[in-house]
């Protein structure tokens, strides 16, 4: 196992210092190692999920080389060769395990930005006060705009929150957490070859949701109480001008509707009682469910503004929440497709002896978590090793 930096070295370097991680701490697991600590419904910190990978690493007696940059994986006569800073490797078979979200995603138009305007991705930034004073321009609203958004907003920056696609989540309903939701009624599980648009699932922005200790929901209406000004998606820079879509309302009422939509099939899971008590059951937990609920609509501003003059320093900062992606430089064997991202059939990738573990909806829905890696090793690896056996 090579690692560039040190074991957990996504979470040592590349998140911010308020992080907690949105999924509750009951589903805090890897192969053989879960939370045991007091507080199931609750969501680990940064350095938490650090020392309980690391916890992982030594339980495991993990065979990992630490500060080994692969800087080239090619393919050769009998597997793969690996070129790394520190030597080279022959192997028969390479598992890329190399992450989903190596660097931010920033649109192209960034370029156009005004040098006077200071521009963060969530690699560079920690805390507020590593932004200047005055407004900020947050970019996505999904789960990491949202948060930095409502940090900044509480910092005394007044914050203008560009929105598009997005999925609203509230945190908890009917008395429980949502994701316990989604793992009870199965939707977790759905495999990748039973999803409808499989593309469109691997690329499905993070919820709206953020791991509090008081598990309060912070979707868009959260936000617009706290004084948070929002607009449309970013579309362009012209003349030193950012430029928004307009339909708010549609973006808003579609987010509405699909939550509405999962919610609605919660209930209806919920109906079912013998799929509760079975649940309850086989999983030994309790069951109790409050009544349904519904939740307002977002509000659409009475008035978006759809250009905001960059160079008029009502804005000082640009923070770039527009997702992350995938670096496979290093990767010289023909299997990144135009867009970036690796192709591969359920972690199995077009070249034989090649696979891929920790992307999201790899084998099923869960593979986007954490707690999704022991599925989805565990059928990689069988596959990878019916093919080391066939070659033998
Ligand atoms: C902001 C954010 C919040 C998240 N919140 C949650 C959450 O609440 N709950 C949850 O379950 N999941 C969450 N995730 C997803 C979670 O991070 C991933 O599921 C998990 O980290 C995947 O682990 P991994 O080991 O596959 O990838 P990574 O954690 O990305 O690890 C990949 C490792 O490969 C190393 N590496 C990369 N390239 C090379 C190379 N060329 N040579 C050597 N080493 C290399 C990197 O240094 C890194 O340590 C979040 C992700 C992000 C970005």
């Not at 090579?2 to 999924?23: F, H, I, K, P, Q």
């Not at 501003?301 to 995938?326: K, M, N, Y």
């Amino acid at each position: 196992m090579l690692e560039r930096g040190e074991v957990a070295n996504s979470w040592r370097t590349e998140r911010w210092d308020s992080l907690r991680l949105l999924t509750p701490n009951w589903q805090t697991r890897l192969p053989g190692l879960r939370y045991e600590g007091p507080d199931p419904d609750g969501y680990l910190t940064v350095g938490e999920v650090v020392a309980f990978i690391e916890r992982f690493a030594a339980v495991t007696r993990a065979p990992v080389r630490t500060g080994v940059n692969v800087t080239s994986v090619r393919p050769a006569d009998d597997g793969y060769h690996v070129t790394t800073t520190q030597g080279e490797i022959g192997c028969r078979a390479v598992v890329i395990a190399s992450g989903a979200c190596n660097q931010p995603s920033v649109p192209q138009f960034a370029g156009a930005v005004p040098a006077s305007v200071e521009q963060l991705t969530p690699f560079d930034y920690r805390d507020p006060a590593k932004l200047p004073d005055g407004g900020v321009l947050v970019v996505g609203a999904s789960a990491t705009g949202v948060q930095l958004a409502a940090e900044l907003q509480r910092s005394g920056r007044p914050v203008t929150l560009s929105v598009g696609e997005h999925v609203r989540l509230p945190r908890t309903y009917r008395g429980r957490d949502v994701l316990w939701w989604m793992d009870a009624a199965g939707v977790w599980d759905q495999r990748y070859d039973e999803v409808e648009d499989l593309t469109r699932a691997r690329r499905l922005p993070s919820p709206q949701l953020v791991g509090t200790p008081e598990r309060t929901t912070l979707d868009l209406n959260a936000l617009a109480s706290m004084g948070v000004e929002l607009v449309g998606r970013w579309a362009a820079v012209r003349d030193g001008s950012a430029l928004f879509s307009g339909g708010l309302r549609n973006v808003f009422s579609l987010a509405d509707l699909k939550m509405n939509r999962l919610l609605g099939t919660f209930d209806e899971w919920a109906l079912t009682k013998w799929a509760l008590t079975k649940w309850a059951q086989t999983s030994g937990r309790d069951a109790e469910v409050g009544p349904p609920e519904r939740f307002p609509p977002t509000r659409v501003p009475e008035s978006t503004r759809l250009q905001l003059d960059l160079g008029s320093g009502e804005i000082r900062s640009v923070v770039w929440a527009t997702g992350f992606r995938p670096e496979y430089g290093w990767l010289d064997v023909p299997v990144v497709d135009a867009k970036g991202q690796l192709r591969h059939e359920g972690g199995v990738a077009a070249r034989p002896g090649l696979y891929a573990l920790g992307l999201p909806v790899l084998r099923r829905r869960r593979s986007t978590f954490m707690c999704g890696i022991e599925d989805d090793a565990r059928e990689v690896i069988e596959h990878l090793a019916r093919y080391l056996a066939a070659r033998r």
